[in-house]
């Protein structure tokens, strides 16, 4: 059953409260907090996109740089350094932008979505390339090419890539072998617990350097815009917290490690995203990390009625 994880209080009286569940493990990989479900397998959705990324190096995908390993594990925002970086990788393997099979979409970012919509940009319309997932479909692309396997059709779960995906995230996860969903860029999506999809952070926070595991890991944490984008939770939770690795994904998960091997995985039940910065903040206190005023200011965002602030979203005190 979930819990109550966060509130929301405007002019003194609570809101509403959003539920989910919510798991830390010690550096020893043993959970120190388990609040609700976090032994029930939940789609990760882009939280799974390291261990993604991690299949393609382990089929022989070689990145140029960290940047193209990052766009690779990224929910980018449209931006035009992520579009150049998936066009660069597209074109490195002798690919368009019409060989991908994600849906068309717009840029998320709100300036770089204004600026394709006032023809500012190459098009006005919903391109491939624009979608938040471009990167990683561009690089499974690639990985296809490297190893002979088609190159179409490559989203299908029968597809050898798709088989080494399930495999590779078994195999860091331990989760036992559940039905897959779709995701929404329609690649298969594998089910994981909580625990077991913290305890896969830890481990690529803490592999040896030259292991893919933390090769994707370093290229989180050097390019956490490219990996978001423009104000992107993970881009500012990591540029205050050196050393954390984190991804978040669709409807309200977040996933992320520390040097030492401590780790966090949480679902927030409605999906709502203005619960998740002050649940990742004080999950991050719990786990001891050096407090500074930007924590502070992520920790509790606030309500605004008109340009005034008149209430925050917190974690529910003394949750954790």
């Known amino acids: 059953m979930s819990v109550d994880l966060v509130e929301v209080v405007r002019s003194g009286f609570r809101e509403c409260v959003h539920r989910g569940s919510v798991v830390i493990l010690g550096p020893d990989g043993e959970p120190t907090v388990e609040l609700g479900e976090v032994h029930v397998p939940i ?24 940047a193209e390993l990052a766009i690779a594990t990224a929910s980018h925002y449209g931006e035009p350094d992520h579009v150049d970086l998936v066009q660069r990788l597209l074109d490195r393997f002798g ?10 979409d717009l840029p998320w970012e709100e300036q770089a979505r204004a600026n394709v919509l006032a023809g500012q940009d190459r098009s006005k319309v919903a391109r491939r390339i624009f979608m938040n997932c471009s990167g990683k479909h561009a690089a499974m692309l690639a990985t296809c090419r490297i190893n002979g396997w088609a190159t179409g059709g490559y989203l299908d779960i029968g597809h050898p890539l798709q088989q080494s995906v399930v495999a590779t995230i078994a195999d860091i996860t331990g989760e036992p072998e559940s039905d897959l969903g779709i995701d929404g860029c329609g690649l298969p999506i594998v089910p994981i617990s909580l625990v077991n999809l913290a305890r896969a952070y830890a481990t690529m926070a803490t592999a040896p350097a030259d292991a893919p595991e933390r090769r994707v890991a370093e290229a989180i944490r050097a390019h956490p815009r490219v990996i978001s984008g423009t104000d992107g939770p993970d881009l500012r939770v990591m540029t205050a917290t050196p050393g954390l690795v984190c991804k978040i994904g669709a409807d309200g998960v977040h996933a992320g490690a520390l040097p030492d091997g401590s780790a966090f995985a949480y679902k927030i039940a409605d999906g709502h995203d203005r619960a998740r ?29 008109g340009a005034a602030r008149v209430g925050v979203i917190r974690a529910i005190p003394g949750l954790l």
């Open 277 to 305: 910065m002050p649940l990742t903040l004080a999950i991050l206190q719990r786990m001891g990390i050096e407090w500074t005023d930007e924590h502070t200011e992520l920790a509790a965002p606030a309500v605004l009625g």
């Open 95 to 104: 690919f368009t932008e019409d060989d991908l099979e994600c849906p068309p």
């Open 43 to 66: 789609f990760p959705r882009s939280t799974n996109k390291p261990m993604q990324a991690i299949t393609l190096l382990r089929n022989g995908f070689e990145p140029l740089d960290n």
